[in-house]
């Protein structure tokens, strides 16, 4: 679970200061404010990190990618490719990192992770991007472990000098030459650990970044109509995909599952859940996916709404049906561990579902499986008060702690923008609530009473009261 996180000449921002992330944390802010853009960029190094090429620094993405970023200048602050991108996060792991030292046979551990790098076109006029620096930091309740990283030296050709602190990296001797450049934007290369002998233990905190990345997955605003019949062959998606396209497989390869929504509360099936959170949202009164034969498979999903006289195909309900389905689906499908970031969650619903998907939010950072916390972590650009003031509400009935939530806004009236976080208090009121925020109520209110004193005074004009 991602802890902290700040971004610095990236797209619109120049700096996002820190950010708290949050089991539940929230990016707000009007159209073009810059809010989609942290979500972007967390896509750019998921990307980068699954990406074939090893030497390619960051991957802006192709045509099948989540997120298509074009070149280096069109992602850099003020498209000024003299500026850098530095960035840095802190991560919770599920698993301590055991580390131990053959020489001094000095253990390590730690179960939290900061990462640190700058990263910018090279120097030389090669026109390429290069990494500046990168480290990584090793922690646990009683501090730091030890810190290592890679920091690019002044010459023209690439070559790295390796850092450390509390943590002795004893060079082999005879080996003179300085390490080439680095994997990607976060890797040691395999020379590190041929050049000293005692660095084994690096290629883990590549995996451990390898890991972080893989555990996001992510749902766009832009979801898939729904179908009549699906082709399901048995396979298990990794996620319901970037559009929701493959919410039903991922119902059918979860249909043993069984999910409870907090502490002693009851397990239930998979698709059982979906279809209470569905009825909950005032959505529908059932949910099925039924196989169509035996000897196909093909299979159609049947939802009743409330007064219809029986089922009907989910293409036959309302729009937002279907693209609120591939929300639930992944929040309570995605693995243990996963952080998923959403845009625009709540879009096609109506203001009560729009209120009730919040708590649909917090049961599933609540949910347990196999009788362990799932440890899910939702990161989620919306433009919804009704979802946030629900979020409000439930922090002030206890149902959510308010540390659970960590909610931001993207002020562009000022330059550069700046990203403010909300202040929650136990009683879920906003500390400081930003002018404009979501409109001015009072304004509409104020000048609709204004005009229907007008219009009353003409009518009596009219008739010569």
Same mark, same amino acid.
């Given at each position: 679970?991602?802890?902290?996180?700040?971004?610095?000449?990236?797209?619109?921002?120049?700096?996002?200061?820190?950010?708290?992330?949050?089991?539940?944390?929230?990016?707000?802010?009007?159209?073009?404010?810059?809010?989609?853009?942290?979500?972007?960029?967390?896509?750019?190094?998921?990307?980068?990190?699954?990406?074939?090429?090893?030497?390619?620094?960051?991957?802006?993405?192709?045509?099948?990618?989540?997120?298509?970023?074009?070149?280096?200048?069109?992602?850099?602050?003020?498209?000024?490719?003299?500026?850098?991108?530095?960035?840095?996060?802190?991560?919770?792991?599920?698993?301590?990192?055991?580390?131990?030292?053959?020489?001094?046979?000095?253990?390590?551990?730690?179960?939290?992770?900061?990462?640190?790098?700058?990263?910018?076109?090279?120097?030389?006029?090669?026109?390429?991007?290069?990494?500046?620096?990168?480290?990584?930091?090793?922690?646990?309740?009683?501090?730091?472990?030890?810190?290592?990283?890679?920091?690019?030296?002044?010459?023209?050709?690439?070559?790295?000098?390796?850092?450390?602190?509390?943590?002795?990296?004893?060079?082999?001797?005879?080996?003179?030459?300085?390490?080439?450049?680095?994997?990607?934007?976060?890797?040691?290369?395999?020379?590190?650990?041929?050049?000293?002998?005692?660095?084994?233990?690096?290629?883990?905190?590549?995996?451990?970044?390898?890991?972080?990345?893989?555990?996001?997955?992510?749902?766009?605003?832009?979801?898939?109509?729904?179908?009549?019949?699906?082709?399901?062959?048995?396979?298990?998606?990794?996620?319901?995909?970037?559009?929701?396209?493959?919410?039903?497989?991922?119902?059918?390869?979860?249909?043993?599952?069984?999910?409870?929504?907090?502490?002693?509360?009851?397990?239930?099936?998979?698709?059982?859940?979906?279809?209470?959170?569905?009825?909950?949202?005032?959505?529908?009164?059932?949910?099925?996916?039924?196989?169509?034969?035996?000897?196909?498979?093909?299979?159609?999903?049947?939802?009743?709404?409330?007064?219809?006289?029986?089922?009907?195909?989910?293409?036959?309900?309302?729009?937002?049906?279907?693209?609120?389905?591939?929300?639930?689906?992944?929040?309570?499908?995605?693995?243990?561990?996963?952080?998923?970031?959403?845009?625009?969650?709540?879009?096609?619903?109506?203001?009560?579902?729009?209120?009730?998907?919040?708590?649909?939010?917090?049961?599933?950072?609540?949910?347990?499986?196999?009788?362990?916390?799932?440890?899910?972590?939702?990161?989620? @650009?919306?433009?919804? /008060?009704?979802?946030?003031?629900? *979020? #409000?509400? &439930?922090? $002030?009935?206890? !149902?959510?702690?308010? =540390?659970?939530?960590?909610?931001?806004?993207?002020?562009?009236?000022?330059?550069?923008?700046?990203?403010?976080?909300?202040?929650?208090?136990?009683?879920?009121?906003?500390?400081?609530?930003?002018?404009?925020?979501?409109?001015?109520?009072? @304004?509409?209110?104020? /000048?609709?009473?204004?005009?229907? *004193? #007008?219009? &009353?005074? $003409?009518?009596? !004009?009219?008739?010569? =009261?």
């Amino acid at each position: 679970m991602l802890t902290q996180l700040q971004i610095q000449n990236f797209k619109g921002w120049k700096d996002t200061g820190s950010i708290r992330m949050a089991p539940i944390t929230l990016f707000f802010g009007a159209n073009s404010s810059g809010k989609s853009s942290i979500g972007q960029f967390l896509m750019l190094l998921k990307q980068t990190v699954e990406s074939q090429d090893r030497k390619a620094v960051l991957f802006p993405g192709g045509r099948t990618s989540a997120v298509q970023l074009g070149s280096f200048q069109d992602f850099i602050f003020g498209r000024d490719p003299e500026n850098r991108i530095s960035f840095d996060y802190q991560w919770k792991m599920p698993c301590f990192l055991d580390v131990s030292d053959p020489l001094s046979e000095h253990d390590y551990s730690g179960d939290v992770m900061r990462f640190e790098a700058t990263v910018g076109r090279d120097q030389h006029g090669l026109n390429t991007v290069i990494v500046d620096q990168f480290k990584y930091e090793l922690s646990h309740d009683n501090g730091l472990q030890f810190s290592v990283g890679m920091e690019r030296r002044s010459e023209k050709k690439a070559a790295y000098d390796v850092t450390d602190e509390k943590y002795d990296l004893k060079r082999n001797k005879g080996r003179v030459w300085h390490p080439p450049t680095t994997v990607r934007f976060y890797g040691f290369p395999d020379e590190v650990v041929a050049y000293y002998q005692n660095a084994d233990f690096v290629q883990s905190l590549n995996l451990a970044q390898e890991k972080l990345f893989r555990s996001l997955a992510y749902l766009g605003p832009l979801r898939t109509k729904a179908e009549r019949l699906y082709s399901w062959t048995g396979t298990e998606p990794e996620s319901v995909g970037y559009a929701g396209d493959n919410t039903v497989a991922a119902i059918l390869a979860a249909r043993q599952r069984k999910l409870s929504m907090g502490h002693n509360q009851r397990y239930k099936l998979f698709e059982q859940v979906i279809a209470e959170k569905l009825k909950q949202m005032g959505l529908i009164e059932s949910f099925k996916v039924n196989q169509i034969s035996k000897k196909r498979q093909d299979y159609e999903v049947k939802v009743k709404t409330k007064g219809s006289l029986g089922e009907v195909d989910l293409p036959d309900v309302g729009f937002g049906i279907s693209q609120v389905l591939p929300v639930l689906v992944e929040c309570f499908y995605a693995p243990a561990n996963s952080i998923i970031l959403m845009e625009q969650p709540e879009i096609h619903l109506h203001p009560r579902a729009q209120a009730f998907l919040a708590d649909v939010m917090i049961d599933a950072i609540n949910a347990r499986e196999d009788g362990q916390d799932r440890n899910i972590q939702l990161i989620i @650009e919306t433009h919804s /008060e009704h979802f946030l003031r629900r *979020l #409000q509400r &439930r922090i $002030a009935e206890d !149902a959510v702690k308010r =540390e659970q939530v960590a909610a931001y806004f993207a002020d562009v009236s000022r330059t550069p923008a700046k990203l403010e976080e909300l202040r929650l208090d136990i009683f879920g009121n906003i500390e400081n609530w930003p002018k404009d925020f979501f409109g001015d109520e009072m @304004e509409d209110i104020t /000048e609709q009473s204004r005009a229907a *004193l #007008q219009k &009353r005074k $003409a009518m009596i !004009a009219e008739r010569g =009261e």
